[in-house]
């Protein structure tokens, strides 16, 4: 079977996890990644049965995850975390967060994957239009939503077996004005698309590894209901 690497679950409500369903109902072995921030409720509230039911498959199985990870695909490395991240409550209780530490870990665990799904995006000044957005909110946003992703790739290929797939999702606010999709969110959808074209040419050449973006309509996941949509 195909083992799948699952980044950006932390509850039951996105796209990560219906993704994550339908890999584990075609048979595939699941792992995810799972925002620091967020990974004790998502932990706790899945060993304590809160997201059974959606956990049921097509056969009438429950989806098992097989290993959590935690992610903040915001850094690439321990040096890159600056120490009130570090010291901070909510990011001391885990470790082997960064992008890197966390492809060293599935490496480890593991050895390799077939699929990577990058499910994952934030922009702090969402709710502001693009004239209002601050250059750290847009760039935080880019960081977020879309270095994030050449970041994964860059760590998760030399442990993706030849013939493997990656899969982001983007959004229709990157070619249309969609209002209310702000803080350079839309532009960092714009790179996105942008780079999984040319991420699929070099990471196909060079390693036989399929990139693609799905834009995917829109879901009252908690990322959408948190800017109004
Ligand atoms: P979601 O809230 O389920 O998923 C977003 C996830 O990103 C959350 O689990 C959050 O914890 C995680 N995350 C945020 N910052 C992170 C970081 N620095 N490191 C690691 N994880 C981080 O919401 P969703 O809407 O399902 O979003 C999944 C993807 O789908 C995103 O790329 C989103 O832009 C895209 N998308 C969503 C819609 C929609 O209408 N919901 C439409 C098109 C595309």
């Given at each position: ?8 679950v932390?509850?039951?409500n996105g796209?990560?996890?219906?993704i ?7 048979g595939?072995e699941i ?13 706790t509230s ?7 039911e959606?956990r049921v ?5 429950l989806m ?6 935690p ?11 600056p120490?009130d991240?570090k010291s901070?409550?909510?990011?001391s ?7 890197q ?5 599935v ?6 994957i ?5 499910s ?5 000044e ?15 946003a880019l960081?977020?939503s ?9 760590h ?15 959004y ?11 803080g350079?969110?839309?532009?960092a959808k ?6 999984t074209?040319?991420l699929?040419?070099?990471?196909g ?7 693609n973006?799905?834009s995917?309509?829109p ?5 959408a ?5």
């Amino acid at each position: 079977g195909k083992r799948a690497f699952i980044a950006g679950v932390a509850d039951d409500n996105g796209y990560g996890w219906a993704i994550a369903k339908s890999l584990a109902a075609a048979g595939a072995e699941i792992l995810v990644g799972t925002w620091v921030p967020a990974l004790n409720i998502f932990e706790t509230s899945l060993r304590r049965g809160k997201f059974d039911e959606s956990r049921v498959l097509p056969d009438g199985s429950l989806m098992e995850i097989t290993k959590i990870y935690p992610l903040d695909a915001i850094y690439d490395k321990l040096e890159d975390v600056p120490e009130d991240v570090k010291s901070n409550k909510r990011y001391s209780g885990s470790s082997k967060w960064t992008v890197q530490e966390c492809a060293e870990s599935v490496k480890q665990d593991f050895g390799s994957i077939d699929i990577l799904v990058h499910s994952l995006a934030n922009g702090p000044e969402v709710s502001k239009p693009l004239l209002e957005t601050s250059r750290n909110g847009y760039l935080a946003a880019l960081s977020a939503s879309s270095y994030s992703y050449v970041s994964l790739l860059k760590h998760f290929i030399p442990l993706m077996n030849p013939g493997g797939s990656s899969l982001s999702l983007t959004y229709i606010a990157s070619e249309r004005i969609i209002p209310g999709y702000g803080g350079g969110m839309s532009s960092a959808k714009a790179a996105l698309e942008s780079d999984t074209r040319v991420l699929a040419f070099e990471a196909g050449r060079k390693h036989r590894i399929r990139v693609n973006a799905i834009s995917a309509g829109p879901l009252r996941s908690r990322a959408a209901k948190a800017i109004g949509f």
